[in-house]
């Protein structure tokens, strides 16, 4: 069963197809396509001199596979949050509590299990996906929002239709080094709720501590959801 796919191409010039991008996600399948191709790549000429794209070789060429996420069942049994709920438990366990942004009115706090495999899940898609660090291309925003877009994604595939799962991120001030990430500057965490309680995540390694041990939960700066 395929969890989402996507296809977005490059736009058209008046001399036909000057570059194209395939870009397409098959999970609990499991694979990931990301076909590129430029002019000289993706397929032959047409009547009237435009490139004909081949998208089934360009396909061919870019194929990887992913292991398949956790199931989540959208009659599955989870508590829900709502946005004051989440404001009165910063403010019992930090001592100045993060602005809290969303659109949303409600979040299901998944069961802590889950949350622990689907962590693992995105842990082990970083390898075959090339998921790096690289400074100001892929950094710790990147990972914390690609957390959060996954996540999304397997609720809405599941016909969840209760709210999406109370995972976001959140700007940090670290005064203190956590989870191989040294002290002094900024840097972006994935905050989830789940049946245990508030817990702050690294996504770039999966460590994931409550957020009461969270050395740096006086100084997250914003939340987002």
């Not at 009165?88 to 998944?110: C, G, M, V, Y």
């Not at 660090?133 to 239709?161: I, K, M, P, S």
């Amino acid at each position: 069963m395929n969890l989402f796919s996507l296809r977005l191409r490059g736009p058209r010039s008046p001399a036909g197809w000057g570059r194209s991008l395939g870009f397409g996600i098959l999970l609990a399948g499991a694979s990931l396509v990301v076909p590129t191709g430029t002019r000289a790549e993706a397929g032959g000429v047409g009547r009237e001199g435009r490139i004909v794209p081949d998208f089934t070789a360009i396909a061919r060429g870019a194929l990887v596979t992913l292991p398949a996420p956790p199931a989540w069942e959208a009659n599955r049994e989870a508590a829900v949050w709502t946005v004051d709920d989440i404001t009165a438990e910063f403010a019992k366990l930090t001592d100045t509590p993060p602005r809290i942004n969303s659109l949303r009115s409600q979040f299901l706090r998944s069961d802590h299990t889950w949350l622990v495999a689907f962590n693992r899940w995105f842990r082990a898609a970083q390898k075959p996906l090339k998921m790096h660090f690289q400074d100001q291309v892929w950094d710790c925003d990147n990972y914390a929002n690609c957390f959060v877009a996954f996540a999304d994604l397997l609720a809405l595939r599941a016909g969840e239709t209760r709210g999406s799962f109370c995972i976001g991120w959140a700007t940090v001030s670290y005064q203190y080094p956590f989870a191989g990430i040294r002290a002094g500057g900024a840097h972006a965490v994935v905050i989830v709720g789940t049946s245990k309680g508030l817990f702050v995540l690294e996504p770039q390694d999966g460590v994931m501590v409550p957020l009461r041990e969270f050395p740096n939960r006086d100084t997250i700066e914003e939340v987002f959801f």
